[in-house]
């Protein structure tokens, strides 16, 4: 298993052609077989990476925080509702969506989450390989294969399970 993110970062540039034809490969294939064995991986790999000792999805991802969020996070650190929003929050014009402003992370130390308990769904849902409908997310789940360990080794593995030799 890789869990360097420089290494992870230079195979997944490696990797780019291959990953297409796998994705392609994927697209034809039997949806709920891959979401199974997804989920086998899932619960292999993931106890033997570190998120704490990694954090890069904390360091690259924009995070959509929601009105839950919102008021989650700022009962958390005890401040208003309306300071959460000035100090961290960028919103579009129409206030239907709204983003962390800052990348990394603001809550983000040490490669630790400082508002763990209180951090938005999109954190806690994040890789989001537990989650059915595989198949219907690819474009979204190989776009972090190159800065997320948890994806890199789930779809390597993946690979080695299903990929025709050539
Ligand atoms: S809130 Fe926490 S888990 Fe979410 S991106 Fe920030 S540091 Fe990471
Ligand atoms: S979810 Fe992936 S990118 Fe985020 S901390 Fe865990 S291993 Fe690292």
Same mark, same amino acid.
């Given at each position: 298993? *890789?869990?360097?993110l420089?290494? *992870?970062?230079?195979?997944a540039e %490696?990797?780019?052609a291959e990953?297409l034809?796998?994705?392609e490969?994927?697209?034809?294939y039997?949806s709920?077989? *891959?979401?199974?064995?997804v989920?086998?991986l899932?619960e292999? %790999?993931?106890?033997q990476?570190?998120?704490t000792?990694?954090g890069?999805?904390? =360091? &690259?991802?924009? %995070?959509?925080v929601?009105?839950d969020?919102a008021?989650?996070?700022?009962?958390?650190?005890k401040i208003?509702?309306? &300071?959460f929003?000035?100090k961290? %929050?960028?919103q579009?014009? @129409? +206030? #239907?969506?709204a983003v962390?402003?800052?990348?990394?992370c603001?809550?983000? &130390?040490?490669?630790k989450?400082?508002?763990y308990?209180? =951090?938005?769904?999109?954190? =806690?849902?994040?890789p989001?390989l537990? @989650?059915?409908g595989?198949t219907g997310r690819l474009f979204a789940?190989f776009m972090?294969y190159? =800065?997320?360990?948890i994806?890199?080794?789930? *779809?390597?593995?993946?690979? #080695?399970e299903l990929m025709?030799a +050539?």
């Open positions: 298993m *890789i869990t360097n420089h290494t *992870i970062a230079e195979v %490696i990797n780019t990953n034809r796998f994705k490969f994927l697209k034809a039997d709920d077989k *891959i979401d199974a064995l989920f086998t899932n292999l %790999i993931t106890p990476i570190d998120c000792s990694c890069n999805c904390c =360091r &690259s991802l924009m %995070i959509n929601d009105a969020d008021a989650r996070l700022s009962g958390h650190m208003s509702s309306e &300071s929003y000035k961290y %929050i960028e579009s014009s @129409q +206030g #239907t969506l962390m402003n800052a990348i990394p603001h809550f983000l &130390s040490d490669s989450c400082t508002v308990e209180a =951090r938005p769904k999109e954190c =806690r849902e994040f989001g537990h @989650q059915p595989f789940t972090h190159g =800065r997320c360990p994806i890199f080794n789930v *779809i390597e593995a993946l690979k #080695t025709p +050539g």
